[in-house]
């Protein structure tokens, strides 16, 4: 039997109970067809990059399975009928994570969603710390007049 790890996104506005009602209910899919569900973690709500459906955030959870082929396609084809579950992806893996998953170590950290990706800078773009100072690059004058300056032509 080959190994998968299948992660669904259910609606925002289901109660945990609904979730791992679902999880359930794709575990009893994979054990009918001669399969197991190693592990199954629930990673919570999450904002969504996109909205979906006009979800902005989804409930993630991510089972590691271990069943055939056709155990997956009967799975698949189950959630996309299923109205709650959003987004589902499966893949195929040559070996399950050994303990809890990245996401799983990420939460344990305490770690924030976006705030750990500033850089030196602080706010956007946080490259801005590298160039220091502006007195100490000289004032604007001394670069010359913008139409001197080259120009990107991507931005034409």
């Known amino acids: 039997m080959a190994l998968y790890e299948h992660v669904f996104l259910a609606r925002q506005d289901l109660a945990q109970a609904q979730i791992d009602a679902l999880a359930e209910t794709a575990t009893?899919?994979?054990?009918?067809?001669?399969?197991?569900?190693?592990?199954?973690?629930?990673?919570?709500?999450?904002?969504?990059?996109?909205?979906?459906?006009?979800?902005?955030?989804?409930?993630?959870?991510?089972?590691?399975?271990?069943?055939?082929?056709?155990?997956?396609?009967?799975?698949?084809?189950?959630?996309?009928i299923n109205e709650d579950v959003i987004r589902y992806m499966t893949v195929r893996v040559d070996a399950h994570e050994a303990g809890p998953s990245a996401m799983m170590r990420r939460n344990e950290r305490g770690e924030r969603d976006r705030g750990d990706r500033r850089g030196p800078g602080g706010g956007r773009g946080g490259d801005r710390g590298d160039r220091g100072p502006?007195?100490?690059?000289?004032?604007?004058?001394?670069?010359?007049?913008?139409?001197?300056?080259?120009?990107?032509?991507?931005?034409?």
């Not at 502006?134 to 034409?156: H, V, Y």
């Open 28 to 80: 009893k899919i994979v054990e009918e067809g001669n399969g197991k569900v190693v592990k199954t973690e629930t990673w919570g709500l999450r904002g969504l990059a996109y909205r979906i459906q006009k979800n902005r955030k989804a409930h993630y959870v991510m089972l590691e399975i271990d069943a055939p082929a056709g155990v997956v396609a009967e799975l698949e084809r189950q959630l996309g």
């Open 134 to 156: 502006r007195e100490d690059r000289g004032p604007r004058e001394d670069r010359g007049p913008r139409e001197d300056r080259p120009r990107d032509d991507r931005a034409a």
